[in-house]
Nanobody, 122 residues
Framework: QVQLVESGGGLVQAGGSLTLSCAAS????????MGWFRQAPGKERNFVAF????????VYADSVKGRFTISRDNAKNTLYLHMNSLKFEDTAVYYC???????????????WGQGTQVTVSS
């Protein structure tokens, strides 16, 4: 069982930066693949990025590649999403998720946080 709590969302101007955090409680955080997803109003929840248990492998959606960086600190049981050069279209609720597989498919993830709102003003 893993509990996830996101933080760090907010309002930022286009071109700005934000760092989201996802604090995990429970056992064996390093055993889980961790991902970030986002959901804009009226749209599906979409994959943003995910990382292997050790953090050594990462995959990004094309829309954020080169601007966002996913990382994790297993000693602190925390996942991060560093977001640079933010665009209006990055506005969404961002969710972190934990699962047993290296996948972009949201339904494969067992545990989800409550989400944190990111709003980018144009």
């Amino acid at each position: 069982q893993v509990q996830l709590v996101e933080s760090g969302g907010g309002l930022v101007q286009a071109g700005g930066s934000l760092t989201l955090s996802c604090a995990a409680s429970g056992r064996s955080f390093s055993n889980y693949f961790m991902g970030w997803f986002r959901q804009a109003p009226g749209k599906e929840r979409n994959f943003v990025a995910f990382t292997h248990g050790s953090g050594s492998k990462t995959v990004y959606a094309d829309s954020v590649k080169g601007r966002f960086t996913i990382s994790r600190d297993n000693a602190k049981n925390t996942l991060y999403l560093h977001m640079n050069s933010l665009k209006f279209e990055d506005t969404a609720v961002y969710y972190c998720a934990a699962g047993p597989a290296f996948t972009v498919v949201a339904t494969a993830y067992n545990y989800w946080g409550q989400g944190t709102q990111v709003t980018v003003s144009s």
